[in-house]
């Protein structure tokens, strides 16, 4: 028979996602040498941008976000799973565990936001080429990123809002971290109901973003068509092919763990985790290195810093 615990009684909670691993120190060390990565390639691309004034146009400005963006994702989630593979810390107190449910949550969103605007940039700069600089300027360009912040976080504190008056029964959490299913099942109430809000939300906030991106490029190719120069099709391409890799890389396991969540496939717990870490941080290790080295300035940049640096004697 379950036990009865209020809220209050509930201080922290015991994360055993990972106890059924068979050699966790390798998984800990594996995700502790990608998150490094992660973070260094992200915070390398922001001193690139931030540190060249050549670069403060709104196409940067956005892949800047997109960085602030893939260091806050993963931050979220992978210091916590890293502490418990590594060190063998398994307990988390309750407070610093809703932020961690909430911040992860608007990680995800401010993912999807980032790379649909930095779609609606693509459009404006190949529909209207002539008047680009005037529509998006780096002023509304700061404006519009403000703005999705503000609509992520608004968006996210239902999290917050749903758990904080539920009753806890249960202090161990079954995932690899504070997510807003592993929290929900600790609780005394029927989770279904909740389920269902976050299956609504996430999906108006998936397919809305990946409806919006591709009508983007719908829109993008009816232009390219018209075009007569073979040499102005290539530059289209080149110009998107960076964007269109990331849209891959973000919704394409997002839609894979949806398919098979609601088709039924029963997978076992490492295979959801694997799935579920290649969400995390396979995307956020791969966009810095696209546009590092197939946009051409910043490509340039690290080009010429590299053969600034004389061999030693």
């Excluded at 992660?38 to 001193?47: D, H, Q, R, S, Y």
């Excluded at 931030?50 to 994702?73: E, G, K, S, T, W």
């Amino acid at each position: 028979m379950a036990q009865n615990f209020s809220r209050k009684t509930i201080t922290e909670f015991v994360i055993t996602g990972f106890d059924t691993f068979e050699k966790p120190m390798a998984v800990g060390i594996a995700i502790f040498v990608v998150y490094m990565l992660v973070m260094l390639a992200n915070f390398a691309n922001i001193c690139f941008i931030m540190l060249d004034q050549r670069l403060h146009q709104p196409m940067y400005l956005f892949i800047c976000n997109l960085a602030i963006v893939d260091m806050l994702y993963c931050t979220s989630s992978c210091p916590t799973m890293i502490s418990v593979l590594v060190v063998g810390y398994k307990t988390i107190s309750y407070a610093p565990c809703v932020l961690q449910m909430f911040v992860f949550g608007l990680g995800f969103v401010m993912e999807l936001f980032t790379i649909s605007v930095m779609a609606f940039d693509r459009l404006i700069a190949i529909v209207n080429p002539l008047r680009y600089r005037s529509i998006l300027t780096n002023y509304r360009s700061v404006l519009l990123t403000f703005l999705l912040w503000i609509l992520g976080s608004a968006t996210m504190a239902v999290l917050p809002a749903t758990i904080l008056p539920l009753p806890f029964c249960y202090s161990t959490l079954k995932f690899m971290f504070c997510d807003y299913g592993s929290v929900v099942r600790a609780t005394c109430v029927d989770p279904n109901l909740y389920f269902d809000l976050m299956s609504v939300l996430t999906s108006v906030v998936l397919f809305g973003t990946f409806g919006f991106i591709c009508g983007s490029y719908i829109r993008i190719v009816s232009v390219v068509v018209k075009m007569a120069s073979n040499g102005g099709k290539q530059k289209v391409f080149h110009t998107c092919f960076s964007h269109l890799i990331v849209v891959i890389c973000y919704y394409g396991p997002s839609f894979i763990i949806t398919v098979l969540t609601r088709v039924g496939v029963a997978l076992t717990l490492e295979e959801r985790h694997g799935l579920r870490l290649g969400t995390i941080l396979g995307p956020s290790l791969v966009n810095p290195f696209i546009y590092c080295f197939r946009t051409k300035e910043i490509r340039s940049k690290i080009l010429k810093m590299v053969s600034k640096v004389e061999p030693a004697e």
